[in-house]
């Protein structure tokens, strides 16, 4: 890996943010997506589930955020734009970075459009508007808390087995350089809203406030993933 390439990717990367890289900055162009008895590896060495919550749809729900080592980390914060690999840049808002990927952008396969299917594999992509509604309509909300009590994930669990759920970390989201509603968890919806320069969002305030919501063109968000049948 190129010298300097290499030193922009260690400066990008923070604890805080997951640090997605950092176990083998030297080895990750050689790493593929691959499905592997339930499990996806991803291409930033990660190793994601997909979980099936009994959805009418059959759509499987990543168990995490893309570039989160575990489904209690944030990942990283995309901007909109940043859905098609192709978009993808270093920018960096203050302490908490962007996420990039740098070299790994080079190595993708052919066709390949957005980060999930980038990252993934083939199947995987950007919820839509229709996806996280059905999400919402088919689970129910517990919060977790930290030992100071303190709110920092919620658990989506199925109505039809209790079992089966998926953890969607706090985060907030990033706009003009400042972190917004750091207590609120959120991802990307791919559906624009019409006549708006926005997209829909996954949104959940507390346990009763859990709905879409808007974020327009500045916004930097976590994305999650999803796997249609």
């Known amino acids: 890996m190129n010298k300097n ?12 943010t997951d640090n ?29 589930e997909a ?16 570039g989160a080592s575990t489904p209690l980390k944030i990942g990283g914060y995309f901007p909109r734009k940043s859905f098609s690999v192709s978009r993808i840049s270093p920018n960096k808002s203050k302490n908490i970075n962007l996420v990039t ?23 995987w992509d950007i919820p839509t508007k229709d996806n996280i509604d059905e999400l919402i309509n088919n689970t129910k909300v517990e919060p977790i808390q930290n030992k100071n009590n303190c709110i ?24 003009i350089h400042n972190l917004y509603d750091k207590k609120d968890a959120m991802f990307w919806s791919s559906t624009a809203i ?3 320069d926005c997209n829909y969002c996954f949104y959940i305030h507390d346990k009763f406030n859990i709905s879409l919501s808007a974020a327009d063109l500045l916004s930097s968000l976590p994305i999650r993933a999803i796997r249609k049948k």
């Open 20 to 48: 997605i890289l950092s176990s083998d900055k030297d080895s990750i162009d050689t790493v593929f997506a691959e499905k592997i008895t339930g499990i996806t590896i991803g291409k930033d060495k990660i190793e994601y």
């Open 5 to 16: 390439i290499k030193i922009l990717m260690e400066s990008l990367f923070d604890e805080e």
């Open 194 to 196: 019409t006549n708006y």
């Open 152 to 175: 920092i994930a919620y658990k989506l669990i199925s109505l039809k087995n209790a079992n089966k759920f998926i953890i969607i970390p706090s985060s907030g989201y990033i706009k």
């Open 51 to 66: 979980v099936d919550l009994d959805l009418p749809s059959g759509n499987l729900w990543c168990d995490r955020n893309i």
């Open 101 to 123: 990927y740098l070299d790994l952008l080079n190595k993708r396969p052919k066709g390949c459009k957005t980060i999930p299917e980038f990252i993934l594999g083939h199947g």
